[in-house]
């Protein structure tokens, strides 16, 4: 009995420190004067409506989720060819292709960031929004080039061999077998590039500096002239779209499999 206690009051004090700084944001965020205080001087949604009634808030909102849209969908348009041909190992040396797909991710962040500062100022391209829909579609192509690669994993050989054997050609066996089966893990993937390119900032700014502004680059912008709810509000906005798309994947999809965890039967 003492253990049990022990360990819900051991679990509930590390959930509450985990909680602890989206509470607070979450009070400023709805704080009724023009300032970060909590707790909370009164209570006031309008905050959250100045992200989309304040025309620079909006226009950074529609910077972001374009930059996230974009980039992301370039990202698994590289990616699903990549891992249908290292699925396949047509070439002995398809993993230096794994490899390269895998690079951009496990760098840190700053050192890719300079990497694509050096490249687009050298070309005389910085600053162009296009720069970072290409540079975020090339840091995040891991995430689509993991989750595709355990779909590929999961699929069984035999119903790729028995379409083959009724005579369906490389282009047919992907659009009616391959594709159909590994639709889960395009969709996560896709998900959870998008949630992390939507909140990405040093890339971001590394290729288009101030010239567009996204939320995390209006957010920095911002702090230099004074500090408002508005900001935390934003912050809760990010939260609330990552539980929303990360929520709906866990109840619409098998997350353990498409996180790589393998199912008891196959153990």
Known sequence: MTATFLRRLYFTVVALFLAAPLIVVAG???NARQELTFPPKGFSLAWYGQIFADPEWRLALIHSVTLA???V?????IALPLAWFLWRRIAPWANIFQVLGLAPFILPPVITALGFLTFWATVGLFGQFFTAIISHAIFFVT???????????????????AAATMG?????????????L???????????????SLNEYIVAYMTIGFTTETLPIKIFNALRYGYT??????????VAVAALVFGSIARFGDIRRLLGAM???GN
Not at 182 to 196: D, K, Q, R, T
């Open 28 to 30: 400023v965020s709805v």
């Open 69 to 71: 849209v974009c980039s």
């Open 73 to 77: 969908a370039i990202a698994v348009a």
């Open 143 to 161: 995430l689509p080039l993991v989750t595709l690669s355990l779909g590929f994993a999961s699929i069984d050989r035999s119903l790729v061999e």
């Open 168 to 180: 369906a050609d490389d282009r047919a066996v992907l659009k009616t077998v391959v594709l159909p």
């Open 182 to 196: 590994i639709l889960p893990y395009l969709v996560s993937g896709y998900a959870f590039a998008f949630v992390l």
């Open 229 to 238: 709810p508005t900001m935390a509000s934003v912050s809760v906005f990010f």
């Open 263 to 265: 199912s008891s039967e």
